[in-house]
């Protein structure tokens, strides 16, 4: 099994709401990462968690709180979102830290009206 | 510091080969590698070269690195309409010796026509 799954596929929410991004892989990977895409841009990196632990955050504003509860399961929880933080939102996962080989969910594809 | 750069596009009809280049600026990058992406759709790993080699094939797809001119391409034999995606060229990047990053050029979009 080499997939990584996300829910949900789509979400519309208000500036004002709060709302969870979900990421599940069950490939034992101990590296879990979350990246935004904007339309026509490459991913970008905004956390990485090693082994439960965040270990990068890439100045990602706080209205973004991401959270590992098990080495299987990667949340993004999202408060008082702007418009421009529309985009598809990616997981990814790889067996370690050292990204040899990171396997990507569908995304989860946000707009913020 | 890091850097990625692709052509954005390119068209080839069905059956030729397709060549997507890529060059990268950070002479320790580990690994380097190449993700497809449909419309809609998460990224794709196809393949991905260790540093110290200079080809990896594997099946319709040859990566050819010039690690001297930092020079990646990704070579697909007998291209097909299903091959119509946006290919991106990325390199890892250590931070510390322990921690791995993915640095993404911006995408070459090929459309193959029938």
């Known amino acids: 099994d080499t997939e990584v799954t996300q829910t949900p596929k789509h979400l519309v929410m208000g500036m004002t709401n709060k709302k969870s991004l979900k990421c599940e892989q069950h490939?034992?990977?101990?590296?879990m990462y979350w990246y935004k895409q904007k339309a026509k841009k490459p991913p970008e990196l905004m956390f990485v968690?090693?082994?439960?632990?965040?270990?990068i955050n890439e100045s990602v504003p706080s209205r973004f709180s991401p959270e590992c509860p098990n080495s299987s399961l990667l949340n993004l929880h999202l408060h008082a979102l702007q418009p421009e933080d529309s985009a598809l939102y990616l997981c990814?996962?790889?067996?370690?830290?050292?990204?040899?080989?990171?396997?990507f969910g569908p995304g989860t594809r946000l707009t913020v009206t | 510091g890091e850097d990625v750069e692709q052509s954005l596009f390119l068209s080839v009809r069905e059956g030729d080969s397709s060549v997507i280049n890529c060059t990268y600026t950070d002479s320790s990058s580990t690994y380097l590698y190449w993700y497809k992406q449909e419309p809609g759709a998460g990224l794709q790993l196809l393949t991905y070269i260790f540093s110290n080699m200079d080809m990896k094939q594997d099946q319709r797809l040859t990566v050819l690195l010039n690690k001297k001119d930092k020079h990646l391409s990704l070579r697909i034999a007998d291209t097909q309409t299903g091959d119509s995606a946006i290919y991106f060229c990325a390199e890892s990047i250590d931070y510390g010796g322990s921690q791995g990053n993915l640095i993404f050029g911006k995408g070459t979009k090929l459309s193959v026509k029938p």
């Open positions: 968690y090693s082994y439960e632990k965040l270990s």
């Open positions: 490939m034992g990977h101990r590296a």
């Open positions: 990814a996962s790889s067996q370690g830290p050292r990204a040899y080989e990171q396997y």
